[in-house]
């Protein structure tokens, strides 16, 4: 199985930026779907990003498309989540998960994965 550690997460002021990364070690990231999905205080766990097991297909939740984006490094078994023109509303808990990779497009759906980091916090201040 795989094993996630998340980092990059932080403080920063509306309008900025931050780039979010898991580290994947245990199995090699080209065999799942990777998501970023996050959680705010007293909010459900939604998805925010996901990219296929291929990296040739990825998703976004329509509240974060044009601002961020999900990349991988599959030499360094790594994903990344360049945040842009950060938000309050982007303020919460972001975990890095992997799902197996079957099908071409990657799930959107929390029960797709399997495997989830211990989460980083982000705080967007106003």
């Known amino acids: 199985q795989v094993q996630l550690v998340e980092s990059g997460g932080g403080l920063v002021q509306a309008g900025g930026s931050l780039t979010l990364s898991c580290a994947a070690s245990?199995?090699?990231?080209?065999?799942?779907?990777m998501a970023w999905f996050r959680q705010a205080p007293g909010k459900e766990r939604d998805i925010v990003a996901a990219i296929s097991w291929s990296g040739r297909s990825t998703h976004y939740a329509d509240s974060v498309k044009g601002r961020f984006t999900i990349s991988r490094d599959t030499a360094k078994n790594t994903v990344y989540l360049q945040m842009s023109s950060l938000k309050p509303e982007d303020t919460a808990v972001y975990f890095c998960?992997?799902?197996?990779?079957?099908?071409?497009?990657?799930?959107?759906?929390?029960?797709?994965?399997?495997?989830w980091g211990q989460g980083t916090q982000v705080t967007v201040s106003s």
């Open positions: 245990g199995r090699t990231i080209d065999m799942y779907h």
């Open positions: 998960v992997a799902g197996d990779g079957m099908g071409f497009s990657p799930p959107t759906g929390i029960g797709s994965y399997k495997y």
